[in-house]
Structure formats: C-alpha cells, structure tokens
C-alpha cells in the first residue's frame, strides 16, 4: 500500500506565500514523475506543476514566475513553494506522484488534498 499526505495548506492574503508539502510512504520502489494538481469549485481539475526524475518541471502559465516545485527522492517529498498568491489561486490543492513498484508497474496516486484560500 502507498499513502501520500499533503500539509501546508491555509488561508492567505493575497501577495502571501504557502509552502504544501507531500510525503509519500509505502511499497515503493522509485518515483516517476511527481506533481501537484488544484481544483476550484465549479471547474475542473488542472495541472499546477510536475518535475520529473532529471528535475526538469513544467508548470501552468498561471502560476510560472510565482510557484516552484521541488522534490527530494530520499524523503519520499515533493513540495510547491506558492508565492505572491492571488485570489485566483484558491482551490484545493492535490499531490499526484506515480511511483514504479516491486512487479515494476508505474501507478498514479493522489493525495486527499489540501484547501488553500486567498483572501483578503
């Protein structure tokens, strides 16, 4: 079994920053490709950003300049650091890590997300 459990989320003024972090922990081999997902009320689900094995990162133009995704494989983590946040932003936030096994599959999991409010 795998489990990822997200923390950093909260409520902030806009121009404010936020730090989500994700730890991932179970029968895990090695990590694919590791991101974070958000969905506001009404929409659908989008990508925020995603890094790869070789750290290469990819990001929504909405938040490129503002938000960096990072990860560290020997803690099982990958975190986005949110910064100069705009009301725009709230939603809630989701982890989604594919992680490769011990059959050698590669399998998606999400975490069970993180509220983030902007607000003044």
């Known amino acids: 079994q795998v489990q990822l459990v997200e923390s950093g989320g909260g409520s902030v003024q806009p121009g404010g920053s936020l730090r989500l972090s994700c730890v991932t922990s179970?029968?895990?081999?090695?990590?694919?490709?590791m991101g974070w997902y958000r969905q506001a009320p009404g929409k659908q689900r989008e990508l925020v950003a995603n890094?790869?094995?070789?750290?290469?990162?990819d990001y929504a133009d909405s938040v490129k300049g503002r938000f960096t995704i990072s990860r560290d494989n020997a803690k099982s983590t990958v975190s986005l650091q949110m910064n100069m946040l705009k009301p725009e932003d709230t939603a809630v936030y989701y982890c989604?890590?594919?992680?490769?096994?011990?059959?050698?599959?590669?399998?998606?999991?999400w975490g069970q997300g993180t509220q983030v409010t902007v607000s003044s």
């Open positions: 890094i790869n094995e070789r750290a290469q990162t």
């Open positions: 179970g029968s895990i081999r090695s990590f694919d490709v």
């Open positions: 989604n890590v594919a992680i490769r096994d011990y059959t050698f599959r590669t399998v998606n999991y």
